[in-house]
């Protein structure tokens, strides 16, 4: 997660709108502007439509998050038998960072740093911050311009979050990847879970909860299963005896190989060659 762009981000709401059935019949379904002039985030929570922006174009549904951004072509397009309904903020935002006693102030007019142009959430704590910022919005009581700034980090605050998730569990799926490969690539040998941790440079026990989270089974299942399949295609495809199958597939004792063997298939190595 990027702290020091959140702790530097300062938002100025300009609005916060509410886009539904009489707006879209005002506009004959379509929003566009040549060149926009003001950052737009917005979520979607009913209805379908289109969006293109910066000469991209995504789909627009129920769940979606999306952002615009200033001096770029924007088109939002809408069926009227589904019109779409958002709720946006309309703003500008600076970073501010203070060294020293000094504040230095830069102004930006790209998209926010915490996703691309669209994204798919569909978490009920943003879309009940949009709703509630819009709605404080609309009352406009004291303190209103404080509360829904205070909505608007809040809303970012859960992006970068799930952003920063949704990165570990890709960088996990990667090493768990790169651990099955692994035990693929060395199922002849005698390996252990350490070497194959140290592999991916993970703890055993952390990739242990990790492998089993993805796959659905522990490391030894995962390489037992490798070795049972190389020692099946041996058995069918080769006169290989019984001894030589469990040395080729990783196994040092071939007594130790037939009770996994029957384990794991139900039958004795020599009956499935049989079979």
Not at 233 to 255: I, W, Y
Request: aromatic share 14%; charged share 25%.
């Amino acid at each position: 997660m990027n702290y020091e762009f959140l702790t530097a981000l300062t938002p100025r709401i300009i609005d916060v709108v509410s886009r539904d059935q009489p707006f879209w019949e005002h506009f004959d379904y379509v929003l566009k502007r040549e060149k926009t002039g003001i950052h737009t985030l917005a979520y979607v929570d009913q209805g379908e439509g289109s969006l293109e922006v910066d000469g991209m174009a995504y789909s627009l549904h129920p769940g979606c998050l999306f952002q615009i951004w200033p001096n770029v072509g924007m088109r939002i397009g809408t069926n009227p038998e589904r019109p779409l309904r958002f709720f946006s903020f309309h703003f500008h935002y600076c970073l501010i960072r203070w060294e020293g006693g000094q504040m230095s102030s830069i102004h930006l007019n790209e998209k926010l740093p915490v996703f691309g142009d669209l994204l798919y959430l569909g978490q009920p704590s943003i879309e009940e911050s949009f709703r509630k910022a819009f709605h404080i919005w609309q009352d406009k009581k004291e303190g209103y311009e404080w509360h829904v700034k205070f909505e608007f980090l809040n809303i970012i605050r859960h992006i970068t979050e799930w952003s920063s998730l949704e990165q570990e569990e890709s960088s996990t799926i990667g090493l768990v990847q790169k651990a099955s490969a692994y035990i693929r690539a060395h199922y002849n040998e005698t390996i252990t879970r350490e070497q194959i941790a140290e592999h991916v440079s993970l703890s055993p026990g952390y990739l242990s909860i990790a492998f089993k989270k993805y796959t659905g089974l522990s490391v030894i299942e995962y390489a037992t299963k490798i070795r049972v399949d190389r020692a099946k295609f041996l058995l069918k495809s080769s006169r290989l005896p019984v001894r030589q199958v469990a040395e080729e597939c990783g196994f040092t004792d071939s007594f130790y190989f037939s009770r996994i063997f029957t384990r794991e298939t139900g039958m004795n190595p020599r009956d499935y060659r049989n079979a």
